[in-house]
């Protein structure tokens, strides 16, 4: 990766030098009112389309740009040279001056051809899909005809005020004319109602990112239209729009280069400004690379383990012999790859990985898919560096937590055996011998003895209950014994609604996956039952491509909603932990509460 | 025989077995130890913890499942601190009868152990009156216990436990007669295909009062 290749570099640089001796040279022959606005357009498209290349190089749309900027330059050159008096008055014009006022008249179509073709494939470079694609040659085929024609006749000489003549003569001048006067109108009105269709039809349709560049663009392009009309209208010239062109440049720039390029500024403190939990914090750095170094999509991929032996290969510094798996990803919502994968695996095509590194220890890789031709700069190089510190920080925070949530269902599980090792079964026992004594009672003709004996055993059989019920809230045995069928049966047994339960989790998953989904379910069944007075809930566990997908939704109320230091929150915080999150939809029709468990 | 790793409990078992006038020929901290003593000299019930070293799941279970295999005659009674349905489905498809699963509370109601105990030996079958009751009083979505009168519900629940029709007769004062009249209404509002074996009949209606 690196920033413009050299060619490209030199090509814009030649260009830009082109382009402002033209222009430079244009304006020192004086200054000609019908002819201003194409030297602006000139250097406001060429300067804006360097800007492009600059910045985006594999943006196409810096190319088209420069294209519009260049040709304008040249038809404003011809046209100044054409226009400069050699003498005060009634002097012969300049050496070729209708050769060079030709150049500046019949490309007109063509350029606006150009022109419009730019706007056609703002801000990405290519057009919106397709389907374009024969809008575009039927487009072109008509600039093509009335420039070849304009080349031939002097048809729109009439309107430059050009005091030179046509270089060619050939018959028929008087005829073409009258019927271009009546082509003209129409094909500019098709020229310019083309793009103007495009750039709405895109922005009907276009993701959010691309639609904040559209629309200044069709406010800028609509303030021109509407500048031109009045001028038309007031005037009878098209003069005042022409020269509000330039700004239309201005907003093109600024929207390609707004189009998923923020400044490492804006994407880092956009960062810092989103939702915080762990888990949307690897979305926003996802986000925010995807933002700051543009790129088609970002995948963040999360050390599991070493990699299987032999796979190791020449990965980017430090990943080598690391497994990974992908956790978090951009555009948001695409799909992640199951399983485990090498860096080698993932800088495949056009991806490219960078380690996501903590205290020396390599956490994962951010990897990038950039477009064809797409080149990062140093800027931004250094800005996915950062992005992956962030990363590396929000990794190591989730590994702790993960670690706390661990460590804190092996405490619960802990003492949920000590109690039932022990004071479980010591309180059986002393009822056992209370039963014993009981009967001993009985034999020596002492009721009221027995009646006692049976009291007590009676009260102490009722805190046992309570005890076993005290431990089954800590960790139920039958989670850890018989794993998350068996529980989330128990559950179901135990609910006060009626649960419709569908568990497909073939074998058993790590514990603390396990755990969690338990909780979700007896969480959001006791908020079904308490809350939302339920009549039926669905519970489904199965194992997904993503992890284990859990949901519970109930028919009730609705009003579910996370609150500080209520349940719900207790358990997102769980979630993100292990790296989920807690989907939660609330209304009239139910309460659905679901999430995804990664289990790698 | 008694085989369970909390000492203190397991002694107790033993007086209580000793009180009532049965004799323990063997006590064990482990599933395996208690099958070397199976082996050695069966008895007529093997009563056993269903948690035990090394794995503390279903020790019990599998001890028991293994006693079944070598010596079919020796009744099977498994104790345990919770019941579960998922367990006792197991023990009622696994075993055909001769086995019980109780809540070790119930060791201290010394006369009905030690007639559970008997029940087992005999090759009947002996459910927790706890999970029978946990799983009747689940709610369901169409529930047709909801068609039972209250006097087939109990007679649903000891069915569960595992009384057979003679038993039922004596717990709800009635004649056998009168109790086939029930069992047969509650097997045909349920949808349930009669069973003449009683341990059939447990599994059916834990089946049906799980599904």
Sequence with gaps: MSEPGPGLRAGAVAVGVAVAGLVGAGAALGLHVGNVHNGLIAVSFTAAGLVVLRSRPGNREGRLLTATGAAHAVMYAGRQYALHPAAPSGAAPPPGADWAGWIGVWPLPLVMVLAGYTLMCFPTGRLPSPGWRPVAVLMTALGAAMALVSALWPVEYARTGLPVGPPLQLPGAAGVTAVFDVVRPVGYLLLQGIWVACVIARLARSPREEARPLRGLVITAGAGALVMVAGVAIWGSPRAGLLAVPLTAVAATVGVLRLRRATPYEALSRLAGGPASPANLLDGVCAAVADGVGGRGVVLWVATGPAPAGTGGTGPAGTNGTALTAVSGWPAGRALAAGPRTPDEIAVGRWSVTPVVHDGQVLGVIALEVAPGEELSPAERRLLGELSAQAGLVLRLQTSAHRLVTAQDEARRRIERDLHDGVQQRLVTVAADLGRLARAATAAGQEPLRQQADAVRGDLLAATAELRELARGLHPAVLTQDGLEAALGQVADRSAVPVRLTVAVPGRLPAAVEATAYFLVSEALANAVKHAGAQLVRVDARVAPGGLAVSVADDGAGGAQVLPGGGLEGLADRLAALGARLELSSGPDGTRIGTVIPCG | ?211
């Design chain 2, 1 to 211: 025989m008694v085989a369970d790793d909390a000492v203190l409990f397991r002694e107790g078992v033993a007086r209580i077995l000793a009180d009532v006038g049965f004799e323990v020929t063997g006590q064990a901290g482990d599933g395996a130890v208690l099958l070397a003593q199976v082996r050695r000299d069966p008895p007529d019930v093997a009563v056993l913890d269903l948690r035990m070293p090394p794995s503390f799941s279903a020790e019990g279970i599998e001890t028991a499942a293994a006693i079944r295999a070598e010596h079919p005659r020796v009744g099977l009674m498994l104790l345990s601190q919770h019941v579960e349905a998922h367990h006792a489905l197991r023990l009622m498809t696994e075993f055909d009868g001769g086995v019980g699963y109780l809540l070790k509370d119930r060791v201290s109601e010394l006369e009905g152990f030690a007639a559970q105990i008997r029940d087992v030996a005999r090759g009947r079958t002996v459910i927790d009156a706890e999970l029978v009751s946990r799983l009747v009083s689940r709610r369901r979505e169409r529930d047709r216990l909801g068609d039972l009168t209250d006097r087939e519900r109990s007679v649903l629940a000891l069915m569960a436990q595992g009384c057979s029709n003679l038993a039922l007769a004596g717990r709800l004062h009635v004649s056998v007669k009168t109790i086939e009249t029930h069992v047969r209404s509650i097997f045909t509002k349920l949808d349930l295909v009669v069973d003449e074996g009683e341990h059939r009949r447990v599994l059916a209606v834990l089946r049906y009062l799980r599904a």
